[in-house]
RNA sequence: GCGCCAUUAGCUCAAUUGGAUAGAGCGUUGGUCUACGGAACCAAAGGUUAGGGAUUCGAAUUCCUUAUGGCGCACCA
C-alpha cells in the first residue's frame, strides 16, 4: 500500500505542490518519530517562514483521516503516527485474503534478455562465475516475478584460439580414460600443461593457431574433437545450473555468431563508421573520449565487440526486447560503453536499451587472483560438496529423524553459498573464503530458511486454532515492525529490479527475519486466547509465505523442515 | 601517463538515494532454555564515515583535492 501518497492528499497547502510534498515525504528512522515524516527546510525559502512553523501549519491544516492517528512537529519534521490497526489490516488481508501466497505481478508484456553466466567451454566452472550466474539468475527469476518475459541467455565460449591450443594438448598427452573419468577437470590439466610447455616452446602456440584455423575450416578430425569438448562441458556445468536452479532460453554463444558478422561489418562501411588504423579496422569513438572500438583485426577475422554487435542485433530481431541486460564483471566497463556507443552511432536507437549490469573481482583470499592458465581455480561444484555435507552434519547433529536429510543439505549448503553471492552490493570485490562461504549464523541463507521452517513448524503445531483476526493484537511494538515489513515486499522487490540489485531482496528477507524472530522469542501463540493465537498465527503464515518467495527470487530453496 | 571504480566499527557489509542520535552480522564480553525449532533472542564494548576543502537549514551520500587499493586503456574474451 503506498501511505505516501495517501498522505500527500490530505496535506493541505495553497503555495505547495502535492508533487513536491509526496517527494519529501519519507519513511521514518525511527519508529518512535512515527511512520512518515515530512522535513519542512526546503519549503523554508519559498514560504518565507521557519520549517518548524511551516510544520505546524501543515499540522492544523491537515485534512483528517482515519489512517492518521496523530501528527507531531519536531524540529523541522511534521511526524505522522498511522492508526497501526488499518496497517495491520491492509498488510495482512492482502496475503490471507489471496490463501497466503505472494501472485506474481500481471504480465506487462514486455521482453527483457538477460545475457549471464556464459561459461567458457573446456573450463571449469570456477567460484569467479558464482556471481554473474547468481545475479543474472535472480534478476531473470525478479523479472519473471514482476510480469515481464525474461530470456536467460548464455553466452557461450565456444570459440577462439584456446580451443586449437586444447587440441594440441590434447592430441600429444590427452587420455581418454582420465578424460572419462575426471572430464572437465582433465581438460583443465591439459589447458595448464599447454601454457607451461608453451612458455619453454613457443612454437606450440603456433601449432594451436594452426589446430583453430583446422576448426574454423571444418577439418572433421578438429570439429569431433572441438565437439566432444563441448558435449563434456555442458553436460558438467549443467549440473551446477541444476543445483543452483538456474535455466537459460538460449545457449546461443560464440560459434553463433560466425556467419552473423558480415551484415555489421557492411552496415558499419554503408555508415562510413569504419577506418583503418594500424592495418586494424576500427570505429574511432576519440569525439565520445574512448579508444577506437576494434572491429576486424589486420588479419581480417573478427573480434569480441564484433560478436557482441551481432549478437544485439540478432537478439533484437529475434526477441524484441524492451531491454537487454549484460551482467559482465566491470573489467568490462570500457568494452560495453565502446560496444553500446557504436551500436548507437550505426543507427539503432534501440542501443539505450542495453544495459551493461557490473559486479566486483572475485580473487582466492591468501592466493590472490584467480587464473585457469595456472590452474589458480575453486570449482564451484567442490565449493557446493563442502556446504552441503557441512549442512548434513549439522542436520545429523540436531535433527537426526528428518526426513529427506539429502534434499535439505542441498538446499541449505547451496543457499548458503549463493546467498554469500547475493547478499552484498554487486559492484564490491569478494575475496572468496571457504569458511565464509560455510558460515551458518547470523546474516545468512541459512538464517533465512530456518526462521522460514520455524514458521512452518508453529503453523504446522497450530493447526486447530481458529478465531477471528483482532488486528490490535498486532499493533505493540515487535509485532508492528514485522507487519511493516511485509508491506514492503512488493515496492522492495521492483526498486531492486530497477537497480538490478538482488542484494536489496537479500537485506529485505534478513530484515524480516530478524523482525519475526524478535516477535517470535516475545510473543507466545499456543495457549493464547482463541483470537490472539488466530492472528498470530496469520501473522506468523504471512511471513513464511513472504520468505518463501522471496527467497525463491534469490533462488533458494526455503525447505519447511531442516 | 590518462580514464573508471572502491574506501563506513578489529573483519564482512547496511544506511529508504540530501534528512533526526550512522545501523546489522561475525568476532569479543556478559546474559536468556520447565512457551510453540538455541542454525535463535537480549545486552555491553567498538565510529573524526581514508585526510582536507567547498556547496546548505542539513553531507557517509553532491562538487574539488590528496592518499591508498582495484580495474581498464589496439588486434584475448
Same mark, same amino acid.
Given at each position: 500500500?503506498?501511505?505516501? @501518497?495517501?498522505?500527500?492528499k490530505?496535506?493541505? @497547502?495553497?503555495?505547495?505542490?502535492?508533487?513536491?510534498i509526496? $517527494?519529501?515525504?519519507?519513511?521514518?528512522?525511527?519508529?518512535?518519530n512515527?511512520?512518515?515524516?515530512?522535513?519542512?527546510?526546503?519549503?523554508?525559502?519559498?514560504?518565507?517562514?521557519?520549517?518548524p512553523?511551516?510544520?505546524?501549519k501543515?499540522k492544523?491544516?491537515?485534512?483528517p483521516?482515519?489512517?492518521?492517528?496523530?501528527?507531531?512537529?519536531?524540529?523541522?519534521?511534521?511526524n505522522?503516527?498511522?492508526n497501526?490497526?488499518?496497517i495491520?489490516?491492509?498488510?495482512?488481508?492482502?496475503?490471507?485474503?489471496?490463501?497466503?501466497?505472494l501472485?506474481?505481478?500481471?504480465?506487462?508484456?514486455?521482453?527483457?534478455?538477460?545475457?549471464?553466466s556464459?561459461?567458457?567451454?573446456?573450463?571449469?566452472?570456477?567460484?569467479?562465475?558464482?556471481?554473474?550466474?547468481?545475479?543474472?539468475?535472480?534478476?531473470?527469476?525478479?523479472?519473471?516475478?514482476?510480469?515481464y518475459?525474461?530470456?536467460?541467455?548464455?553466452?557461450?565460449?565456444?570459440?577462439?584460439?584456446?580451443?586449437?591450443?586444447l587440441?594440441?594438448?590434447?592430441?600429444?598427452?590427452?587420455?581418454?580414460g582420465?578424460?572419462?573419468?575426471?572430464?572437465?577437470?582433465?581438460?583443465?590439466?591439459?589447458? *595448464?600443461?599447454?601454457?607451461?610447455?608453451?612458455?619453454?616452446?613457443?612454437?606450440?602456440?603456433?601449432?594451436?593457431?594452426?589446430?583453430?584455423?583446422?576448426?574454423?575450416?571444418g577439418?572433421?578430425?578438429?570439429?569431433?574433437i572441438? #565437439?566432444?569438448?563441448?558435449?563434456?562441458?555442458?553436460k558438467?556445468?549443467?549440473?551446477?545450473?541444476?543445483?543452483?536452479?538456474?535455466?537459460?532460453?538460449?545457449? $546461443?554463444?560464440?560459434s553463433?555468431?560466425?556467419?552473423?558478422m558480415?551484415?555489421?561489418?557492411?552496415?558499419?562501411?554503408?555508415?562510413?563508421?569504419?577506418t583503418?588504423?594500424?592495418?586494424?579496422?576500427v570505429?574511432?569513438?576519440?569525439k565520445y573520449g574512448?579508444?577506437?572500438?576494434?572491429i576486424?583485426?589486420?588479419?581480417?577475422?573478427?573480434l569480441?565487440?564484433?560478436?557482441d554487435?551481432?549478437?544485439?542485433?540478432?537478439?533484437?530481431?529475434?526477441?524484441?526486447?524492451?531491454?537487454?541486460?549484460?551482467?559482465?564483471?566491470?573489467?568490462?566497463?570500457?568494452?560495453?560503453?565502446?560496444?553500446?556507443?557504436?551500436?548507437?552511432?550505426?543507427?539503432?536507437?534501440?542501443?539505450?536499451?542495453?544495459?551493461?549490469?557490473?559486479?566486483?573481482?572475485?580473487?582466492l583470499?591468501?592466493?590472490?587472483?584467480?587464473?585457469?592458465?595456472?590452474?589458480? *581455480?575453486?570449482?564451484?561444484?567442490?565449493?557446493?560438496?563442502?556446504?552441503?555435507?557441512k549442512?548434513?552434519?549439522?542436520?545429523?547433529?540436531?535433527?537426526?529423524?528428518?526426513?529427506?536429510?539429502?534434499?535439505?543439505?542441498?538446499?541449505?549448503?547451496?543457499?548458503?553459498?549463493?546467498?554469500? $553471492?547475493?547478499s552484498?552490493?554487486?559492484i564490491?570485490?569478494?575475496?572468496?573464503?571457504l569458511?565464509?562461504?560455510?558460515?551458518?549464523?547470523?546474516?545468512?541463507?541459512?538464517?533465512?530458511?530456518?526462521t #522460514?521452517?520455524?514458521?512452518? @513448524?508453529i503453523?504446522?503445531?497450530a493447526?486447530?486454532?481458529t478465531?477471528?483476526?483482532?488486528?490490535?493484537v498486532?499493533?505493540?511494538?515487535?509485532?508492528?515492525? *514485522?507487519?511493516?515489513?511485509?508491506?514492503?515486499?512488493?515496492?522492495?522487490?521492483l526498486?531492486?529490479l530497477?537497480?538490478?540489485?538482488?542484494?536489496?531482496?537479500?537485506?529485505?528477507?534478513?530484515?524480516?527475519?530478524q523482525?519475526?524472530?524478535?516477535?517470535?522469542?516475545?510473543?507466545?501463540?499456543?495457549?493464547?486466547?482463541?483470537?490472539?493465537?488466530?492472528?498470530?498465527?496469520?501473522?506468523?503464515?504471512?511471513v513464511?509465505?513472504?520468505?518463501?518467495?522471496?527467497?525463491?527470487?534469490?533462488?533458494?530453496?526455503?525447505?519447511?523442515?531442516?
Amino acid at each position: 500500500m503506498d501511505y505516501k @501518497s495517501v498522505v500527500a492528499k490530505l496535506i493541505k @497547502s495553497d503555495e505547495l505542490d502535492k508533487s513536491e510534498i509526496l $517527494a519529501a515525504l519519507a519513511p521514518t528512522q525511527d519508529a518512535k518519530n512515527g511512520d512518515l515524516c515530512l522535513p519542512c527546510f526546503k519549503f523554508a525559502a519559498k514560504l518565507h517562514m521557519a520549517p518548524p512553523a511551516i510544520a505546524n501549519k501543515l499540522k492544523e491544516d491537515l485534512l483528517p483521516d482515519p489512517l492518521i492517528e496523530k501528527t507531531e512537529v519536531a524540529g523541522g519534521y511534521l511526524n505522522f503516527y498511522f492508526n497501526r490497526e488499518i496497517i495491520a489490516k491492509n498488510a495482512i488481508d492482502a496475503i490471507a485474503n489471496n490463501n497466503f501466497t505472494l501472485p506474481p505481478l500481471e504480465s506487462n508484456g514486455k521482453t527483457v534478455c538477460i545475457d549471464y553466466s556464459s561459461i567458457n567451454i573446456a573450463k571449469p566452472f570456477h567460484i569467479g562465475h558464482l556471481l554473474t550466474t547468481a545475479i543474472g539468475g535472480s534478476l531473470y527469476r525478479m523479472y519473471k516475478y514482476c510480469g515481464y518475459n525474461a530470456v536467460g541467455i548464455n553466452h557461450l565460449g565456444d570459440w577462439g584460439t584456446q580451443f586449437g591450443k586444447l587440441i594440441v594438448a590434447y592430441k600429444k598427452w590427452g587420455d581418454d580414460g582420465d578424460i572419462e573419468k575426471r572430464n572437465i577437470r582433465a581438460l583443465l590439466d591439459l589447458y *595448464v600443461r599447454f601454457h607451461t610447455e608453451a612458455e619453454k616452446n613457443p612454437e606450440l602456440e603456433d601449432e594451436g593457431r594452426y589446430w583453430f584455423k583446422q576448426i574454423e575450416d571444418g577439418n572433421e578430425e578438429a570439429l569431433a574433437i572441438f #565437439h566432444k569438448f563441448k558435449d563434456i562441458t555442458l553436460k558438467e556445468v549443467s549440473k551446477v545450473y541444476d543445483r543452483l536452479g538456474i535455466t537459460f532460453d538460449s545457449y $546461443a554463444g560464440e560459434s553463433f555468431y560466425n556467419d552473423k558478422m558480415q551484415p555489421i561489418i557492411d552496415r558499419l562501411k554503408e555508415k562510413g563508421l569504419l577506418t583503418i588504423s594500424e592495418g586494424a579496422s576500427v570505429v574511432d569513438l576519440e569525439k565520445y573520449g574512448m579508444p577506437p572500438c576494434l572491429i576486424l583485426k589486420k588479419d581480417g577475422t573478427s573480434l569480441y565487440a564484433t560478436r557482441d554487435l551481432a549478437a544485439a542485433v540478432y537478439r533484437k530481431k529475434t526477441y524484441d526486447f524492451y531491454k537487454c541486460l549484460y551482467v559482465v564483471a566491470y573489467q568490462q566497463n570500457l568494452h560495453f560503453k565502446q560496444f553500446f556507443k557504436v551500436l548507437e552511432l550505426m543507427g539503432y536507437d534501440w542501443a539505450k536499451d542495453c544495459v551493461h549490469v557490473p559486479f566486483g573481482m572475485v580473487s582466492l583470499e591468501g592466493a590472490g587472483s584467480l587464473s585457469t592458465r595456472k590452474g589458480n *581455480v575453486v570449482f564451484l561444484s567442490d565449493v557446493l560438496d563442502s556446504a552441503v555435507s557441512k549442512s548434513l552434519e549439522i542436520i545429523n547433529e540436531k535433527n537426526p529423524d528428518l526426513e529427506n536429510k539429502e534434499q535439505t543439505a542441498q538446499d541449505v549448503g547451496v543457499g548458503a553459498v549463493v546467498f554469500g $553471492a547475493l547478499s552484498g552490493g554487486r559492484i564490491k570485490d569478494i575475496s572468496f573464503s571457504l569458511d565464509k562461504a560455510l558460515s551458518f549464523d547470523g546474516e545468512t541463507g541459512p538464517y533465512l530458511q530456518y526462521t #522460514h521452517a520455524r514458521c512452518c @513448524s508453529i503453523a504446522e503445531k497450530a493447526k486447530g486454532v481458529t478465531g477471528k483476526l483482532d488486528y490490535s493484537v498486532l499493533c505493540d511494538e515487535d509485532a508492528f515492525a *514485522v507487519v511493516k515489513l511485509l508491506d514492503a515486499f512488493y515496492p522492495t522487490v521492483l526498486n531492486a529490479l530497477d537497480k538490478y540489485e538482488p542484494s536489496m531482496v537479500s537485506r529485505y528477507l534478513i530484515d524480516l527475519a530478524q523482525a519475526f524472530n524478535k516477535f517470535y522469542v516475545g510473543s507466545r501463540i499456543l495457549g493464547e486466547a482463541d483470537d490472539v493465537a488466530y492472528t498470530r498465527l496469520t501473522l506468523v503464515k504471512a511471513v513464511e509465505a513472504t520468505l518463501k518467495t522471496g527467497l525463491n527470487l534469490i533462488l533458494l530453496n526455503a525447505p519447511e523442515k531442516m
